[in-house]
């Protein structure tokens, strides 16, 4: 797991669709209030869907870098690279959209879900886990607003997006920043 970093270059090779749904799978099992399991994953390998998927992302991410996003961060961004321009989101062979629901349809008894966002974030972190297990590759993209998931993929509003989770095998050209992270004496203490 120490070894996992965001890609944004991916390889054409298509990974079985079996790990990607044994990924959701796992993150299906992930722990939620009520047991009311918020979340859902829209799993995207339609080359169209994608297509339109980018342009709306690309749109929005525009409007965030030329306007709105404060200099210190854009400063911040440089070593990653990254600018409105999203090639990943049709590169990759599969994008999952996972939304939350603070609707249920697991028959809890008020038909409410509880702690819908903290539960899909615990979700989001076994589907992580779980592709880079599978030897995968992953970028979390987080364009805001992300509402033009519902309508590029037909969903209601009691869906609110969450993420885009781009899932592939690393381009043997993917530039990966050399960065370190907190050791655990900064980041834990024992009591």
Not at 19 to 27: E, G, H, Q, W
Not at 28 to 49: K, L, M, T, V, Y
């Amino acid at each position: 797991m120490l070894s996992r970093r965001s890609i944004r270059a991916f390889s054409r090779v298509k990974p079985n669709m079996e790990l990607i749904l044994n990924a959701v799978r796992t993150a299906a099992s992930g722990p939620s209030g009520a047991n009311s399991q918020p979340w859902h994953f829209a799993i995207i390998r339609d080359a169209e869907i994608k297509k339109r998927l980018r342009a709306a992302a690309e749109n929005t991410e525009r409007e965030f870098y030329e306007f709105k996003a404060p200099a210190g961060l854009l400063d911040d961004l440089k070593p990653f690279r990254t600018n409105f321009s999203k090639p990943h989101l049709t590169e990759a062979p599969y994008l999952i959209a996972v939304f939350s629901r603070s609707v249920s349809d697991n028959a809890t008894a008020s038909g409410s879900s509880y702690y819908a966002r903290e539960s899909t974030g615990i979700a989001v972190g076994l589907l992580l886990s779980s592709l880079q297990v599978a030897g995968l590759s992953t970028l979390t993209h987080t364009p805001n607003p992300m509402t033009f998931l519902n309508e590029c993929l037909g969903l209601d509003r009691s869906y609110r997006p969450y993420m885009i989770v781009v899932v592939g095998y690393k381009a043997d050209e993917a530039f990966v920043p050399d960065l370190t992270k907190k050791r655990l004496e900064d980041v834990c203490t024992v009591f």
